[in-house]
C-alpha cells in the first residue's frame, strides 16, 4: 500500500512539474507529431506499421534513459540547487527538467508497450475471425470495426510520431541547462574577483604547477 501511495506521489510531481494535459496539447512537438501521423497515413493506414517503432524505439528509448542518468550526475550539488530555486511556470527548474527526461522515457515506453500489443491483435487469426464475423452481420457494425481500427491505428503511429519529435524538445531543455551552467559558472567567476583574498587562500591550498 505505501510503494503504490509512493509510486502514485511520485506520478503527480512528475504530471505536475511537466505541465499535465495542458502542456501536452499546447506543444508544438506535439502538433508537429499529428502533423507527421497525417502526412504518414499509407504507412499505416493499410500496413502494419509496428515494424518501425519496435525496432527503431528500443535503442533510442535506451540511449533516453542513459541520457537521463548523465544528466542526474551532471554539475555539482550547488549548481543544483541553484536551479532548484529557479521558478518556472510548472515548478522549479530541477523539477521541470527532470520531468522532461521523464515524460520522453514514458511515451517511448507506452509507444513501444502499444506498438507490441498492436501486433499481436493483428496477428491473432482468432480475433480476425471474430472481426469478420460480426462486421459481415450488418454495414453499421463493418463501420464500426473499420472505425475502430483506424483509430487504434492512428493513436498508435501518433505515439510513435510523438516519441521521435519529443527528442528535440528534451535536446532543447538539455541547452536550456548548459546555459544555466554557463550562467551559474560566470557567477562564480565574477564572485571570485568580486572576492580576491578568498580566491587567493583558495590558490595557496591548491598544489603547485612548479612541482
Request: net charge positive; glycine share 6%; charged share 20%.
Amino acid at each position: 500500500m505505501k510503494s503504490k501511495n509512493k509510486t502514485d506521489s511520485t506520478f503527480k510531481v512528475y504530471w505536475s512539474a511537466y505541465g499535465g494535459p495542458e502542456a501536452i496539447l499546447r506543444s508544438k512537438f506535439f502538433a508537429i507529431a499529428i502533423l507527421l501521423t497525417a502526412i504518414s497515413y499509407p504507412l499505416w493506414l493499410l500496413n502494419d506499421y509496428s515494424d518501425f517503432p519496435t525496432s527503431i524505439l528500443p535503442d533510442i528509448l535506451g540511449f533516453s534513459i542513459g541520457a537521463f542518468a548523465v544528466w542526474l550526475g551532471f554539475g555539482s550539488e550547488d549548481f543544483k540547487e541553484v536551479i532548484t530555486r529557479i521558478e518556472t511556470k510548472h515548478g522549479n527548474g530541477y523539477d521541470v527538467s527532470n520531468a522532461s527526461f521523464l515524460h520522453l522515457i514514458i511515451v517511448q515506453t507506452t509507444t513501444l508497450i502499444y506498438s507490441i500489443a498492436f501486433k499481436a491483435i493483428i496477428e491473432n487469426e482468432t480475433i480476425q475471425k471474430i472481426s469478420i464475423t460480426v462486421a459481415s452481420k450488418s454495414e453499421a457494425t463493418l463501420y464500426l470495426i473499420l472505425t475502430f481500427d483506424f483509430i487504434f491505428r492512428f493513436i498508435g503511429f501518433l505515439l510513435f510520431s510523438y516519441s521521435l519529435t519529443l527528442i528535440i524538445a528534451v535536446g532543447m531543455n538539455i541547452f536550456r541547462i548548459t546555459t544555466w551552467h554557463r550562467k551559474y559558472l560566470l557567477h562564480r567567476a565574477i564572485k571570485r574577483k568580486q572576492n580576491p583574498k578568498q580566491n587567493g587562500i583558495h590558490q595557496r591550498a591548491s598544489p603547485s604547477n612548479d612541482d
